[in-house]
């Protein structure tokens, strides 16, 4: 797992330019510390941070260039299936300079083409491709959107980065100026979705995406290149546990090539632990790590002990202290480099700073939420739609009432209830900011959920289709990566692998919720594997203490987390004896030129 940043600047550079490229690209130092590579032409800079994963010698170094010079790749991530791919590249007689899976990139590229490289890749990658003969710059983003991709596009010119950090670093004062459309999304949604920052003409690759920019026009493409399988697998529920664990024992096997040492994340739960079951089959030396607390009510470190035990593997556990929390808010903006509010931030980070002393690299439970049917709020809001048809109450936005469950059943736009139930804010709420903001009334800051909103896939697999395409990656994936690569450890996602995303999205929903449980497809699975006691335990969120989070916000002044999260965005960059409403329409983006 590795930091881009590149630009293409058609007036070439100067001395001091390539100076300013090369801050702007070890802002990344971080994501890789072991080598930092640049190749610099009359108009491109392409360049890379380095954290050796696989082939750890100098050949493994990036960027990497054909022999003829004509094509050269930066690749963020793991390509999971490079084996596979680099046997058939061979066979074709393509000559290989490394191990190193990213060059199965440079050479499909040149071989099959940017669509079927895109089709023909599994992993967690983001990746730059150069044509110099073609005139263009190609970016391909993972199917989850599990690794980030940054870009700036402004006529001719254009810039990007795997954080956005490295971008605001190179435009200095021709930053543009914050979208405050983008504030509002926040403040709905808790985070900015994709394809918008924080900035102006600043743009997030979306998952599953692919982009061409043309040097020579300044004209810039992105498409979608994959999507979820439409058809529902007829099988029995036995035949179904079968292919599950079939895929994710492939899966988890496929996760564990390295050539670092490779730790896993332990909760108390299944996910993790289904991961760690397969893991322990392959590696009797595997190592778990997990994130305890003093009060019970929110410690699962004693579950997974447990489970750990089960499995006959080293557990090695970290007690968080409430002083943690303290610069919840500054290490906020470090991460995200934009609003983004996510209360297992502080633990996440923490089990990833306590592993990252053993490891370099290791695998997570990530994703089985989304896609086995793993969260409370689906029963909620399904229990709430119900209600709905019986009891005629309410409007689209919902009713003001101070009772929560009755603002809840007055929203009838099921995407409007979507957020409020999530914590985010309601619409009174946000037409607040939406005045303060400026913003025109007719501006919808929840069309993002509206683009997958899928009725017709069913009252729980709808949420999962939603869930995965918006907070998944906007969120959670970003939490997984910022967080881990921020004390430069690699965090891999066996359930996000296609193989099983396209199964489990292609598993009926009564083998999903099998029993009328949550995950009850998974957990049927994985009977007689795990323990029962982990099969039957409530699930238990990744968050902490009430207390904790109370005592972060009110040092903010702020009502809710998410205006805390904000508010660190805004209040030390507003004017003094400034409004900080204004202050943060005024002051986030700089200068706002061009």
């Known amino acids: 797992m590795c930091g881009l940043f590149g630009v293409y600047r058609p007036e070439g550079f100067s001395p001091d330019d390539i100076d300013r490229a090369n801050r702007a690209r070890d802002t990344l130092f971080h994501r890789g510390p072991n080598h930092g590579g640049a190749r610099i032409t009359g108009d491109l800079y392409h360049g890379f941070r380095r954290l050796s ?11 990497m260039e054909s022999t003829d010079g004509k094509v050269a790749i930066t690749v963020n991530g793991e390509i999971y299936n490079y084996l596979e791919l680099r046997a058939e590249l061979m066979a074709r007689g393509c000559v290989f300079r490394s191990q190193s899976d990213s060059e199965v990139v440079l050479h499909g590229f040149q071989l099959w083409g ?11 990658y983001a ?55 983008s504030v509002l999304d926040y403040l709905a949604l808790r985070y900015i979705p994709a394809p918008k920052t924080l900035y102006r003409n600043v743009f997030k690759l979306p998952a599953a995406n692919r982009l061409t920019f ?11 290149y994959w999507n979820l399988p439409a058809e529902i697998r007829q099988a029995s529920d036995e035949q179904l546990a079968e292919g599950l664990r079939e895929r994710m024992q492939g899966s988890v096997q496929a996760h564990m090539v390295s050539d670092v040492p490779v730790g896993y994340f332990l909760s108390g739960g299944v996910d993790s632990a289904v991961v760690l079951s397969h893991a322990a089959k392959l590696n009797r030396d595997a190592k778990a790590f997990s994130i305890g607390f003093e009060d019970p009510r929110f410690d699962e470190s ?15 556990i970290r007690i968080l202290e409430p002083d943690e929390t303290d610069d919840i808010f500054e290490r906020t903006r470090q991460w995200y480099d934009e609003p983004l509010s996510d209360k297992a931030a502080v633990p996440a980070f923490r089990v990833s700073e306590f592993a990252s002393e053993h490891v370099t690299v290791v695998l997570t439970g990530d994703g089985g939420d989304e896609l086995f049917g793993g969260y409370r709020w689906y029963e909620r809001f399904n229990e709430i739609r119900r209600k709905q048809r019986v009891i005629r109450l309410g409007s689209k936005a919902g009713w003001p009432f101070r009772n929560r469950d009755m603002r809840l059943l007055s929203t009838r736009d099921p995407i409007e209830l979507y957020p409020v139930l999530r914590s985010g804010l309601t619409r009174a709420q946000r037409n607040a900011y939406r005045q303060r903001l400026g913003i025109h009334s007719d501006y919808d800051e929840l069309a993002h959920l509206r683009e997958w909103w899928k009725p017709e896939l069913g009252s729980f697999k709808s949420l999962q289709y939603l869930d995965f395409h918006t907070n998944m990656p906007n969120n959670i994936l970003t939490k997984v990566d910022r967080l881990s690569m921020s004390v430069s450890l690699e965090a891999r996602i066996p359930f996000l692998s296609r193989s099983i995303v396209e199964y489990a999205f292609s598993l009926p929903e009564s083998f999903v919720y099998r029993g009328g449980k949550r995950k009850g497809g998974l957990k049927y699975a994985y009977r007689g594997i795990l323990p029962a006691e982990t099969l039957n335990r409530r699930k238990q969120g990744f968050g902490i203490p009430r207390t904790w989070k109370k005592a972060a916000v009110e040092s903010q002044s702020e009502g809710s987390y998410i205006e805390a999260v904000l508010a660190s965005f805004t209040k030390d960059k507003a004017p003094k004896g400034a409004d900080q409403d204004a202050g943060a329409r005024i002051s986030l983006g700089g200068s706002g030129e061009m």
């Open 53 to 63: 994963i696989i082939d750890l010698s100098a050949a493994g170094n990036q960027p």
């Open 114 to 124: 940017l669509e079927e490289l895109c089709e023909r890749m599994d992993g967690m």
């Open 127 to 181: 990746a730059v491709i150069h044509d110099q003969v073609a005139g263009k710059i190609h970016a391909i983003r993972d199917r989850p959107g599990m690794k980030p991709l940054f870009y700036f596009h402004s006529g001719r010119r254009f810039a990007w980065a795997s954080e956005l950090k490295a971008l605001v670093t190179w435009l200095g004062d021709d930053l543009p100026a914050v979208d405050e459309t």
């Open 214 to 224: 043309d040097c020579a026009s300044g004209s810039l493409s992105v498409g979608r």
């Open 302 to 316: 004693r579950d997974a002990s447990t489970m750990a035990a089960h499995l006959g593997v080293e557990h090695k």
